[in-house]
């Protein structure tokens, strides 16, 4: 059994979709309304070398917004040299990927805040290895998740297949938010289009922007925090 702790396990479509931004939203306005919150990157792949070994630029993003100061290693407990999909990255370090490990540093975390937002690396279903993946961490969790849906072409596919494969996993979904990803206007109805298909709410809606930092205050995540 884990921790329980409140927070979140952000999910995406895809890489490069924007789960570090809404993370640090969400953690941002958890700090803002008094809370004590920290994030974790369980997984991370394309690390760079620094003094301190080994470092990822969305895990030392979600440090920077917490209020908590938590050992780096239980943030992220596997960071990965090579630029690739996590169990390849791994198997490359000669590391062999444990969701129980990954359990037992986000109990650390949730031991030590009210909340722990937690980023899934890359898509919903990536693989840990042979036998598990990104969405058996989400389970064994049991935080509610939010989809990030990457507007782009494809989008509607990817989130249809996402939510799919979350109600198979019996995982609770919070939500879905939709991150405009490209100015085309042809994509403008996209949202539209996916809340008349998928299960589960729109939480907010980002608009277009070539910035990826997090914006702070945002409605829906005040919304979210209550």
Known sequence: M???????FIAGTDTGVGKTRIACTLIQTLVH???TVVGMKPVASGCSLGPDGLRNADAQALLACGNVQ?????????ALATATAPHLAARAAGVALSVDQITACYQRLAAQ?????VEGIGGWRVPLGPHAGMDDVARVLDLPVILVVGIRLGAINHALLSMESMQRAQVSV??????HLD???VLADYPRALQALLDAPLLGEIAYSPGTEARMPADWAVRLVG
Not at 2 to 8: D, E, L, R
Not at 70 to 78: F, G, K, Q, R
Not at 174 to 179: F, K, R, S, T, Y
């Open 2 to 8: 884990t921790q329980k702790a409140q927070g979140w």
């Open 33 to 35: 309304a008094g809370r």
């Open 70 to 78: 938590a050992d780096y290693h239980d943030i992220n407990p596997y």
């Open 113 to 117: 805040a009210d909340y722990v937002v």
């Open 174 to 179: 919070c939500g879905w938010i939709a991150n």
């Open 183 to 185: 100015p085309d206007p």
